[in-house]
């Protein structure tokens, strides 16, 4: 039986390769600012402690998750390994929630279909504010964390293949 990791930050280093030769752009929403500055810093900081070089992680702020897409397509154009596209969104009373999440994560999934960059989807979807807190920094870890180590394998493939 599979056991499951409630921690998102958790993961075995010595599997990561060193991502010192490679270059990774970061695209965040600013919605939900308080939830995507976490997972930013969280994918930031992996990224550094795997030997990337601050020169190469382009940041960029988009409005919201919606703009993650657009945002990302432009990122490729910067001739990055890899690219991460961080945002929140979170349950509304309205149906919103299911259309901005449907677009997001199509809209993503057609950029890893269509390009030769990946673009890892680092998008939190929750019920609410608290859940996305816990997600991002909180009591289970950041998925920040883990879209970097999955940027990162994504790079090394990438130059693989």
């Known amino acids: 039986m599979a056991t499951v990791n409630n921690n998102l930050s958790d993961y075995d280093k010595n599997t990561i390769p060193n991502a010192k030769d490679f270059r990774f752009g970061i695209v965040v929403s600013e919605w939900?600012?308080?939830?995507?500055?976490?997972?930013?810093?969280?994918?930031?900081?992996t990224l550094i402690e795997h030997g990337t070089l601050a020169s190469n992680i382009i940041h960029w702020q988009v409005p919201g998750s919606y703009e993650l897409i657009y945002g990302s397509k432009k990122m490729i154009e910067q001739k990055l390994d890899a690219v991460i596209a961080i945002g929140s969104v979170i349950q509304g009373e309205t149906k919103h929630f299911d259309f901005?999440?449907?677009?997001v994560s199509q809209g993503i999934k057609d950029l890893n279909v269509t390009t030769d960059t990946?673009?890892?989807?680092?998008?939190l979807t929750d019920n609410n504010m608290q859940q996305a807190v816990d997600r991002s920094g909180g009591k289970h870890g950041n998925k920040?964390?883990?879209?970097?180590?999955a940027a990162i394998?994504?790079?090394?493939?990438r130059k693989n293949s």
């Open 32 to 45: 939900n600012a308080n939830v995507t500055d976490g997972l930013f810093k969280g994918a930031y900081d």
């Open 144 to 149: 920040g964390v883990e879209a970097a180590v």
């Open 153 to 157: 394998k994504m790079a090394q493939l």
């Open 100 to 103: 901005v999440c449907e677009a």
């Open 118 to 123: 990946p673009v890892i989807f680092c998008v």
